[in-house]
């Protein structure tokens, strides 16, 4: 599912780069799609599992499902949430069977799906009549401002950077709900959603960014140490500098549908 980027890392290391920011953005993103109490759940890419932690707060784990391509995620989102069915498997081909679920959700996944179209159409057959589906991905034409910053700081310093902001699908208003429409959904609906996170600090900002973690990750561990701390710099530079706690703003666009 994820295409050409890795998620083999641990929930710990996924928690200091995005994590911080993926709880607030998980209760918003059900309250957008209507999640309640009754409904049988899947957690299409759950990665460590925060979206998973939101949807067993509103219907119980018992009626929640999840699955992802990565072992080590797989692994630990077993083991924060060891009542839920977590399975390894990818967005293109669910291991379920037609009309088994009540809400289908993907958050912060499209934009690493290798065929995105397959995928739609993948979670409309687990969908039940009149159930319903969403996906949000962050904004990359500029509100999620630690990727933005960080890929800005990369070509600062280097012009050979991936520009990372460019070249991936769904981060732009709209993008998810034509995927939706396209593969069949009805009433589809389409939003932003506004979180944010605290960091302490520089040091706390930048720790996010050295584990191996996504195309961020892929691309700071090819790096060498001067050059680490070239973009380290450019980055706080274009954060003003803090040298306390700052808070950082992200917006993510969403879009929901009914099969």
Do not use: K
């Amino acid at each position: 599912m994820a295409g050409d980027v890795q998620f083999e890392v641990s929930g710990d290391a996924y928690d200091r780069l995005i994590g911080r920011y993926s709880g607030m953005l998980a209760t918003r993103f059900c309250d957008a799609a209507g999640v309640s109490a009754g409904q049988t759940t899947l957690d299409v890419g759950c990665g460590p599992g925060a979206l998973t932690s939101e949807l067993v707060s509103r219907v119980g784990a018992a009626s929640v499902t999840a699955i992802d391509p990565s072992h080590a995620f797989v692994a630990e989102c077993r083991r924060r949430h060891p009542d839920v069915d977590v399975r390894t498997g990818s967005a293109e081909s669910l291991a379920y069977p037609d009309a088994s679920f009540d809400a289908v959700l993907s958050q912060l996944v499209l934009h690493f799906v290798g065929d995105p179209e397959s995928a739609a159409a993948e979670m409309r057959r687990v969908l039940r009549q009149g159930g319903v589906v969403g996906a949000c991905v962050w904004d990359f034409t500029g509100g999620m401002r630690l990727l933005r910053t960080f890929w800005l700081a990369a070509v600062a310093i280097d012009p050979g950077a991936p520009a990372e902001t460019t070249v991936r699908r769904f981060g732009a208003d709209g993008d998810a709900a034509s995927l939706f429409r396209a593969a069949g959904f009805r009433d589809v609906v389409a939003g932003a959603i506004d979180v944010e996170a605290t960091y302490t600090g520089v040091d706390d900002l930048w720790s996010g960014f050295t584990n191996g973690v996504g195309p961020i990750g892929q691309y700071v561990a090819t790096l060498s140490a001067d050059h680490r701390a070239a973009i380290r710099a450019e980055m706080a530079r274009r954060l003003g500098n803090p040298l306390g706690p700052f808070v950082l703003s992200a917006r993510a666009w969403y879009a929901t549908g009914r099969s």
